[in-house]
């Protein structure tokens, strides 16, 4: 019977025989010009970019509007000095300060240019009225009508029956009377605004009134309706819209979601552009089955710092009754559900450097019930409470700093917090080669459980090494010396103190070598060697306040330390020997082909290891090795494979093995297909594992249906448990002007106090929708963020 990776690999083989048939009988995405061309101003169909090229446009797929290159758009001499001139094919006086303009009448100004049929000119009044094909443009703005008034004196124009065009941010419209004043801010009224090509069937706002600001870059828009090939979606009282890639007041697009859980989630950000080094974001929100609340983000920017200050409350939770009832440790005080969130990345001077990295919610289960639910947030363990001042002065690096979290997952904190650290770092290099490295750190433990135990522990660190290295190789000998000590407390007196001091040496080295492989290609050889040698000592006695083991990788079996925290040191006798082939592309610098392999021998079968429980010490009496191999392989543009597998023959015989087929083009096809088993993770003793290993299969792709329709897709299936992790289905429409997608999903529900990888958990259905406006702005974040995190290259 073949395995569950022989079978996989009969899957991949099939994969990639689906989609070579997808991409030979897909339709050409190649955009053709319409035979029924639009006969709006200065608009340029995508067919027509070919024979533009100044404009740097030919690998558009849409139109645009082009502005024509007029000579009298060079000038810079001021329009009020200068002089006018005016062309027709016939003139005479109506009256004594009147001149009647007829045929091809055409009058310059400056970079001003009005055409029309008739012109009537007031001399005294400074005044034209203007009747008949009118075209008025300045750089960067066109007006058209059938009748306009224009003051020659204040530049105002006032036009009725009018199209509008403001080339640099793809605006267009008409209107009924359109009023352009002095300082070139347009009020439009009865109206209609888009960033779509004219007479297309995309998004349009009808409104009474547009006021589009030249100086504040924004439009702001009185009793409109979207509307979407004619039909109204939307209706907006006020609606204050950027017009440039510069901040603006104003409201922005809604949020509108939902689901079985929550009812309808509607969400408001209101955009308050308070300064240029600061905003305000409010956000009132209505959440169909739990209640209203709001939402405030604030962002600073000064010249040493940056800061954001995220919140949200959701007021008299109507289902918080019901969530203490699926679980009696419910930790909510009251019904007021929040989450708190701030941020701060700050450089007082070039030795001064601050951070901070805050997070809070109500309770446990308030990103699951309130979040965005894609699958990275609602397997969070827990967030981070993190701050840290550092001061710099010649060699040496001194930090103060606090570490703290907040669990999401188990009633019982089960981590200890960091209040404070306090260490000191030192760097010194006596010569080219020589290197001397000194840490010291003195770090307070405190644990949320009065009866946990707790104490201070002092690290100690040091480390000569000399390098030297060439073009061929290096090699790098080094000596270290560690020292740990506890002072323990809620601890029995003889055992309060423990200490322990590791001396132990590191040789490194390796070789380079390469050839040309072909006319195009090199070949490189490359070899890494390890020898650690450490004394053994018994560390089972020490406290662990904040170690675990680092993650199997091709890479760990060349690191020094085997443990990411203070509380073990490796103490083993171990060398690792290397080999890595690369193939580069000469022309395109390109790694077609790399393969490592790499083995770590253990002499005296020796390992110092946490295991779940986290203080017992295992010894292998036996000689062992841990194997790794990876190999990366991009056959070309669009296809790349990745292999990846670590084994260890040690007690615990942990193992890890990845298979990842990609597949992504131009033409905007993707396919990922992936695989993976471990049994490398951790867990506390209380946690009750559905099994001992992990075994996925994660398939995602994105094909195009036809030339704006796409099909997206995922299945993300745990093998070891057979239960789905997530799977969605839907469809991505995109035009030139506006997007929509639909999507039906099913995901895991995660129940309170249970990991992902611990119960098995409810699932659950859902229907998100999409729609983007260019120009106005997006209902669907959620649903992207789903998508980046589900689909490999979207």
């Not at 849409?62 to 001499?77: A, H, M, N, Q, W």
Request: net charge neutral.
């Amino acid at each position: 019977m073949l395995t569950r990776f022989q079978n996989f690999i009969i899957l991949i083989v099939k994969a990639i025989s689906l989609c070579s048939t997808i991409i030979a009988n897909a339709e050409d995405l190649d955009m053709t010009t319409s035979e029924d061309n639009h006969k709006f101003i200065d608009w340029v169909e995508p067919g027509s970019f070919r024979a533009n090229n100044e404009n740097n446009m030919d690998n558009m797929s849409c139109g645009r509007f082009i502005e024509p290159k007029l000579s009298i758009f060079d000038t810079e001499i001021d329009i009020s000095s200068s002089p006018l001139n005016i062309t027709a094919d016939s003139s005479g006086n109506s009256s004594e300060n009147e001149v009647l303009l007829e045929g091809n009448v055409q009058i310059t100004q400056g970079h001003r240019l009005l055409r029309a049929d008739r012109a009537l000119l007031n001399n005294k009044i400074k005044k034209v009225e203007l009747e008949g094909n009118i075209t008025f443009r300045e750089p960067g703005i066109v007006l058209a009508g059938e009748r306009a008034d224009i003051s020659l004196a204040s530049s105002e124009i006032t036009m009725t029956n009018a199209q509008y065009v403001i080339h640099d941010l793809s605006l267009s419209g008409t209107a009924m009377r359109l009023k352009r004043n002095t300082n070139g801010n347009l009020t439009i009224e009865n109206a209609t605004y888009t960033n779509c090509q004219p007479d297309s069937s995309g998004w349009q706002l009808v409104t009474s009134e547009i006021n589009i600001s030249e100086n504040e870059n924004s439009a702001s828009v009185k009793n409109a309706k979207l509307k979407i090939n004619d039909t109204t979606i939307f209706y907006f009282p006020y609606l204050k819209l950027s017009t440039s890639d510069k901040r603006a007041t104003g409201m922005l697009m809604p949020s509108i979601n939902m689901s079985q859980t929550n009812g309808l989630d509607i969400a408001q950000p209101f955009y308050l552009n308070l300064a240029p080094n600061y905003d305000f974001i409010f956000t009132p929100r209505f959440v169909e089955r739990r209640g209203s609340g709001f939402g405030a983000k604030i962002r600073h920017i000064n010249k040493w710092s940056r800061n954001e200050l995220v919140g949200s409350i959701i007021f008299d939770d109507k289902k918080t009754s019901e969530s203490r009832l699926e679980s009696s440790d419910y930790l909510l005080v009251n019904d007021n559900r929040y989450e708190v969130a701030f941020s701060h990345l700050g450089a007082f001077s070039e030795k001064f450097l601050s951070y901070i990295d805050y997070a809070k919610v109500s309770d446990a289960r308030y990103i699951r019930d309130l979040g965005n639910f894609t699958l990275d947030e609602i397997s969070l363990s827990n967030l981070t409470q993190a701050s840290q001042l550092q001061y710099k002065r010649n060699n040496w690096l001194y930090t103060i700093s606090t570490l703290d979290f907040q669990s999401l997952i188990d009633r019982h904190e089960n981590h200890y917090s960091v209040l404070p650290a306090i260490a000191a770092a030192g760097k010194y290099k006596l010569n080219n080669s020589m290197n001397i490295l000194i840490s010291h750190k003195l770090s307070s433990f405190h644990h949320s459980d009065a009866e946990s135990i707790e104490g201070e522990r002092l690290d100690l660190d040091y480390s000569m090494s000399w390098s030297n290295s060439t073009h061929w190789g290096y090699l790098k000998p080094e000596l270290f010396i560690s020292h740990r000590s506890y002072e323990l407390r809620n601890i029995p007196e003889v055992n309060s103190q423990q200490k322990i001091t590791v001396p132990f040496f590191v040789l490194k080295g390796g070789l380079s070598l390469e050839k040309l492989a072909t006319k195009n290609t090199l070949q490189t050889l490359e070899t890494d060697f390890l020898y650690l040698n450490s004394p053994k000592k018994n560390q089972h006695k020490l406290q662990n306040f904040d170690t675990k083991e680092r993650s199997l990788s091709y890479d760990l079996l060349f690191e020094n330390n085997h443990f990411i925290g203070g509380d073990r040191i490796s103490n083993d006798e171990r060398i690792s020997i290397g080999i890595t082939s690369r193939m580069i592309g000469l022309d395109s610098h390109d790694e077609k082909f790399i393969l490592r392999v790499a083995k770590s021998y253990y002499p005296d079968g020796m390992q110092q290891r946490l295991t779940r429980q986290l203080n017992q010490l295992i010894t292998d009496r036996n000689k062992k090795t841990m194997t790794a191999i990876d190999l990366k392989a991009n056959f070309n543009k669009n296809w790349h494979l990745d292999i990846s597998s670590i084994k260890s023959s040690l007690a615990s015989k942990r193992t890890k093995k990845s298979i990842t087929l990609r597949y992504n083009d131009a033409g905007n096809r993707i396919l990922n297909l992936g695989y993976r088993k471990s049994n490398d993770f951790q867990a506390n003793a209380s946690s009750q594992r559905l099994t001992d290993e992990i075994e996925q299969l994660d398939f995602s792709l994105l094909v195009p249906v036809s030339k704006k329709l796409d099909f997206i897709g995922r299945w993300y299936h745990d093998l070891s448990n057979n239960r789905e992790l997530e799977a969605f289905a839907g469809l991505e429409f995109s035009s030139c002007c506006w997007s929509a997608a639909i999507l039906a999903r099913r995901s895991i529900d995660i129940k309170y106090n249970n990991d992902i990888e611990t119960m098995n958990p409810k699932l659950k259905n859902s229907i998100i929708l999409k729609l983007e406006l260019n120009g106005i702005g997006s209902t669907g974040k959620k649903l992207d963020r789903i998508l980046k995190q589900g689909i490999f290259g979207y």
